[in-house]
């Protein structure tokens, strides 16, 4: 399975790289010059990333090191500035360098970062730069009110016919699906996860539900058509509300599911279950208090939550890349961190699952169907473009991969609540 | 179910609670003079603790309030200075001024402990007054080396025998029990949680294990006889040993299981699994750091770890009596304060199951066999240990009851440990 899966993403990957993206786009061997310096800083750079088998290939063809030894992957770098721009600041700089085809990636992509992620992030002095980076020069965005807006318009309102070409064509799941086997198709596992969800919450018919991020409405829809329960869904992204509603008003659940265009700090009502799949993570730092106000604010005095959100071992910032150009105002937390949205308000954690390689696997398949519609994405966008979100899906696997990224799924009640399930077994007599 | 155990409760309870304990054990109504002050403190005493259905009942008989209305308890105050101490002291002084026969309580001990609890838990004034209480009065105790032998001498070095007369007769187990139906016998209930601690772990014939803590011993033999693993156990309990390592010889399992006397700070050596059940309570707030530090030095790359522990919603210190009298240094964390254990070393949380009411189940076996031993135990200690252990074990009855204490089961591994099951489903396949 992960061989076929890495076979397709080398095929497709290699060819763009080796033939180049929109920017330095030439032969691989230019005929500008590399200088003392140049050789400098490229054996420098590997020396931070903590001297991993790779090999550097310089715009003249020359490698770094020079004697051949076995490497993951070849990293073809088209000028010198490249190199300038990455020692200052690799992880910012790599993204834009890669997306504008200024650097290339011979070899398997998602390989090569994995192999990255492991070797720097055991590098001391690459640890020491990142902090440094971090705090200079790139400070998180806020997440007030309309900040929220604008970094969500960002990345949702791209356009639903780009997720609509390598997401489940189901649910439209953006969010990690669940695996309890790994060969389940993507619809299945988007299916399996709304499920896992479902029942963590012990859902039951009339249940008043409230879903804070809602993408596309899937969950909402889901819960309403398989649960018997009324949903009442927060979203600030206008596109996929559209999308929702119009998605409801087709299977006729328009009595059932609501989406609101609103914020989740506006959430108003009482409902017996809070639940938010893959919103905390725009939520930002600052904000965790806010929302455990609004969750107790709104849920019923037996109420149950869930909230389902990429994480962190440690706390740590973002990758400066992806904060800048894919997630603005996007913080995975730690759990530690998480922990300001219960204990303010004496919620009681019930339960907290790791699905970290589910979402490895997810991002795989998501990572496939976009391949597969890459040249269909150019035309509508262009190289740069591609070219980010290839790094983008494939830094994601890789960081799900060697485990620097966390899935946790945190499930939450009153500390009063003493209608418990005995055991967690009623989640598992369907697998 | 809990209707019986309750009647049990309140019959073992009730006579003694009439009878008077050892100190101010004459008749219910006494002739010592009861003043206005006296009314007062009793009527600040209830609104103090959040104005819960108790009617308080005066050494002269007379009762506040005057007027009847239902109630849950009828509680007796000896003398005019209970009350003086409890406006000052009241979760420090409760327990002294119980255990010493100077407040009994007519009705269900547990029933009148979860009431308390509830009511003065959502009381303002009564927080006000603890949180300056346990700034002013009560410094928790040190744990470094050798005050932790002294404060695990205290509560576990009391003789065997007496833990023999209310634990499970098989293991010997002093922690939270695991009940996937809750009509299990304790025994039942104690293998069952052993196993899903070995279940969660994945332990295979031949792996390392170190525990941290191992009380009687009782889980490092189930792992060996069942899992056909080899332990490493550390504890600084001298009787507990003793007792570990007679059983281990008896069960001709000498050369699978080491029992080592010593602190969890000394573990030397390299093992797949670190296992802790009930350590962490005693570890104390200021060294989960350096309990990190032990297990990032002793856990192999592909290594798993769980702690087990009692721990709260929110950071809280220990109610001040159980600190004194029971647990000299005990401390459970919140799951954030939790986290300094593994957030430094990058491990990686991969499951946390909140166990609260199997706890109440597993201490509402213990307070009925302790109950029915209670008469041999006054004999050989004397009436003030028995309404120390009558209240400690009711209160935490009440407390895993209340919801204002949790039990977790903290499963984790190394960051990159790519190892793990798809689901966790092997767990409930025994069920």
């Known amino acids: 399975m992960e061989k076929d899966a890495q076979k397709s993403r080398l095929t497709s990957l290699n060819i763009p790289a080796l033939t180049g993206g929109r920017v330095g786009s030439g032969p691989l061997s230019s005929s500008s010059r590399v200088s003392v310096l140049d050789r400098w800083m490229a054996r420098k750079l590997l020396d931070l990333l903590g001297d991993p088998p790779l090999t550097f290939v310089l715009w003249n063809g020359e490698t770094i090191p020079s004697v051949d030894k076995p490497s993951v992957a070849r990293v073809h770098f088209r000028d010198g500035e490249v190199l300038q721009k990455l020692l200052v600041n690799p992880a910012l700089h790599f993204g834009d360098l890669y997306s504008a085809g200024r650097i290339e990636v011979e070899g398997d992509l998602v390989e090569f970062l994995v192999l990255a992620y492991r070797t720097a992030g055991s590098s001391p002095k690459y640890q020491k730069l990142k902090e440094a980076q971090t705090r200079l020069f790139n400070r998180p965005r806020s997440n007030r009110l ?204 019930l339960d907290i699952e790791n699905l970290r390689l589910h979402y490895a696997r997810t991002l795989e398949h998501w990572f496939e169907r976009f391949e597969q519609s890459a040249e269909k994405i150019e035309k509508k966008y262009d190289s740069a473009f591609v070219r980010a979100w290839r790094l983008y899906l494939a830094g994601s696997i890789a960081g799900f991969t060697a485990g620097t990224m966390q899935l946790f799924q945190v499930l939450f009640t009153r500390a009063a609540n003493n209608d418990l399930p005995w055991s967690r077994a009623h989640l598992y007599k369907f697998e």
């Open 146 to 349: 309309t900040d929220s807006r604008d970094n969500i318009h960002h990345h949702y309102d791209i356009g639903n016919d780009f997720y609509e070409l390598w997401l489940d064509c189901e649910a439209m799941q953006y969010t990690c699906a669940y695996f309890p086997t790994p060969d389940l198709t993507l619809e299945q596992a988007q299916r399996a996860k709304m499920d896992h969800v479902c029942r963590k919450l012990q859902l039951k018919p009339g249940d008043r539900v409230v879903e804070a991020g809602c993408g596309w409405g899937g969950l909402a829809l889901h819960m309403a058509q398989h649960y018997g329960v009324r949903v009442r869904s927060y979203n600030i992204s206008h596109q996929q509300i559209l999308y929702a509603r119009e998605r409801a008003r087709a299977a006729g659940l328009g009595d059932s599911v609501e989406y609101v265009e609103d914020d989740y700090r506006n959430i108003s009502g009482e409902f017996d279950v809070f639940v938010s799949v893959g919103m905390l993570e725009h939520v930002g730092r600052d904000n965790y208090v806010a929302l455990g106000d609004v969750i107790n604010r709104c849920l019923a005095p037996h109420g149950r939550g869930l909230i389902h959100s990429i994480g962190r071992n440690k706390p740590e910032r973002l990758n400066a890349w992806i904060e800048k150009r894919i997630f603005p105002g996007g913080y995975p937390p730690a759990l530690s961190e998480m922990m300001d949205i219960f204990e303010p308000h004496d919620f009681s954690v």
